[in-house]
């Protein structure tokens, strides 16, 4: 059955200005009618939300801006910076700009996140894995009910299994929690925050357009909507579709398994990668799940399976050569993952310019000599030393 997807009631007759506006009007229409008469079948496309038709649309330049960024029609990215000094957190000049607040806690984040090596630590990757299982628990069944809403921590979830290893960052977010929460930061927020500091601190990560305002919840999500690492590819794009995620856009976030290092999916190889550049956020996973890697590179079995699936083949190969392809789709759909559930678009405050800046090149002080030692099997001393995001250093020194 062809999903009709809701944007029919929004084609644009004039020019609205939200930031990072580049296509005109006729451009965008032409877009919306191609797009829904199948060309892009499995395109994330359908609105959520405050955004749906039957719950008004988009009243706001920034409810605009998030259906821009769903439908393709703006940049995902941000590349709006910091400006000026930044006033201390009990000032009235802080407390006047709902961002200024967050550009703390980003950097108090950024420091947590990045290594002495140059790579990410394992902090961030906690992280982008927390903003995921806390919004992944969304679904059209489930309406207004779950997602992105901070109830991983404040409705205690972290007891079923597929949050195993979580624990530790849930911590490090409440203690963060607990020093904000008077400035009026909320958990839900400060999740989704943590996780695109996170993927922008990890090396060629993008810098996703950021959004603060969603509303808490300590109601316990619906338990048996996060995917199943041993789940069937039709399942699990059945599963992500129901989130209003297409084909396309599960294949873009599948590759934040990049930076990752796997624990509790073979216990006997704990610490072992999914790519062979961890810490760093490159395509390597997208050819190395479907080719040759090196042999510490442990494959979770749906990715292997969603890979050779006709609906996403393509677009996996396509990531596989094109860093900025990814990047571009990657930012796109987490902006989707992040408002999962939050029924309050339109008032949300757009705070992108808080983010770090890109890290555009790869450069880390480690001993290229032992990292293929350890890639082969060897060194196993040293997989704490790289999730940690620490130096490896030649043997001997």
Not at 59 to 76: F, N, P, R
Not at 192 to 205: D, E, H, Y
Request: aromatic share 8%.
């Amino acid at each position: 059955m062809k999903l009709q997807f809701l944007l029919a009631p929004y084609v644009i007759s004039t020019v609205i200005a939200w930031p990072g506006m580049t296509d005109t009007v006729s451009q965008i229409n032409s877009k919306i009618t191609t797009r829904q008469d199948g060309i892009f079948g499995d395109d994330s496309l359908e609105m959520i939300g405050d955004l749906r038709p039957e719950k008004g649309g988009p009243q706001t330049a920034v409810g605009w801006a998030v259906w821009g960024i769903l439908t393709s029609s703006v940049e995902a990215q941000g590349l709006t910076e910091w400006q000026g000094n930044l006033p201390g957190p009990n000032t009235a000049k802080c407390k006047a700009d709902t961002c200024c607040i967050w550009r703390h806690i980003a950097l108090d984040m950024e420091k947590k996140f990045k290594g002495d090596s140059g790579r990410c630590t394992k902090w961030a990757r906690f992280s982008i894995r927390l903003g995921f299982h806390d919004a992944g628990t969304w679904s059209k069944f489930t309406d207004d009910y779950g997602g992105a809403d901070g109830s991983i921590i404040l409705a205690n979830e972290l007891g079923r299994g597929e949050n195993n290893g979580l624990q530790d960052i849930a911590v490090v977010m409440q203690k963060w929690y607990d020093q904000y929460h008077k400035f009026g930061v909320g958990m839900a927020d400060l999740i989704q925050m943590g996780a695109n500091v996170a993927t922008v601190v990890c090396p060629l990560g993008p810098r996703i357009r950021s959004f603060v305002g969603r509303i808490d919840s300590n109601k316990p999500s619906v338990h048996g909507l996060l995917p199943d690492v041993f789940g069937e590819a039709d399942a699990l794009i059945s599963l992500f579709e129901n989130k209003t995620i297409k084909a396309h856009g599960l294949t873009a976030l599948l590759g934040a398994h990049t930076t990752s290092q796997q624990h509790f999916v073979d216990p006997a190889r704990a610490n072992d990668p999914q790519d062979s550049t961890p810490g760093i956020w490159d395509v390597a996973f997208y050819s190395e799940t479907t080719g040759t890697a090196p042999k510490r590179v442990f494959k979770f079995p749906s990715d292997v399976k969603l890979a050779a699936h006709p609906r996403i083949t393509q677009e996996w190969n396509q990531f596989a050569v094109g860093q900025a392809h990814w990047n571009g789709d990657y930012a796109r759909e987490y902006v989707r993952l992040s408002l999962l559930g939050v029924n309050n678009i339109n008032s949300l405050t757009e705070c992108t310019h808080v983010l770090p800046n890109r890290i555009t090149t790869v450069k880390t002080d480690d001993d290229d000599g032992e990292v293929q030692k350890w890639l082969k099997g060897e060194k196993n001393e040293l997989s704490n030393v790289i999730e940690d995001g620490g130096k490896v250093k030649k043997a001997g020194r």
